[in-house]
């Protein structure tokens, strides 16, 4: 489910089935070298994040991106972040991020790491195909999850 | 000859009829037009999305189609990629929609290799038969939805989107 009025209507209603959120990870850089980069990886990350709500909609509820500047300390956001989604029903959380530097946080269960995809120069159908690669590659992981601490 | 004479008045009247029964129609034709336009409007082909799947590949095994139509979002325009399940029963095209009755997550045709000849949601394992009914005990409430099908010079063309007739 998305995060928006509609879908959270449901979700309140539904809490027992949707027991997962997915936060999608993204850092800011904003320098003139790093700025296509990072809006490259971030279209990625939203698109896969897009095609992951449709496949699994009735069991996840996909956050809008926790968007961060490079100088973040990691530790401390994803302290507060795991703090915030503790107080809710949610049993499992992944954290979908395509920077590098969440690797080393240790305290963060469930981080999912990708390597962005420059996916913006590529037509339609191709990069349709990609995504749904790496679509391939990410559902197993959740379905892992939920099979083994159900 | 004097009998069909017109008289000045006469001709006026008629000339004045004339030019404003002109007028009138002028301005009630473009006003029964709006009003009878719904049923001018062509409805059979328009309706439906060509796929780039043909329709002699497919066979009793359902296989995933997708295709592509643009959505109005407000002022937003996307292209949105939806998929049906389609399979022959006969020589008859059936299309199903992948949308669990659930809450919504995508089936996969033998997605639970357990159960390879029904379509499998992974979210909480709900399950439908092949004609779409959903198998009772399993979470979803109703049959899965269908599209209208054709096939359009040997593709499949997917259509609107309406609850299960097979069933």
Redesign the interface.
Known sequence: MHFNSKDID?YAS?KD??DTAVVPLIELDLTASGMKASAGASEYLQSLTVILE??????ILLLPPISYVRATDRTELGDQLKKELSETGFKHIFYLTTDAKWRSVEDLDNVLWLPAIPTGDMD?SFK?SVMEDQLRQV?PLF?KEWTHHS | MSNNRVSRRQFLGYTLTGVGGFMAAGMLMPMVRFAVDPILQQHDAGDYVLTDQAAADITEEPVRVDFTFEQVDAWYTSEVTNSAWVYKEGDKLIALSPVCKHLGCTVNWGGDPEQPTQFFCPCHAGRYEKNGQNIPGTPPLGPLDEYDVQEQDGFVAIGQVKPNTLV
């Open positions: 449901l539904q089935y949707v449709k496949q699994f909609k009735g069991r339609q349709k559902l379905t």
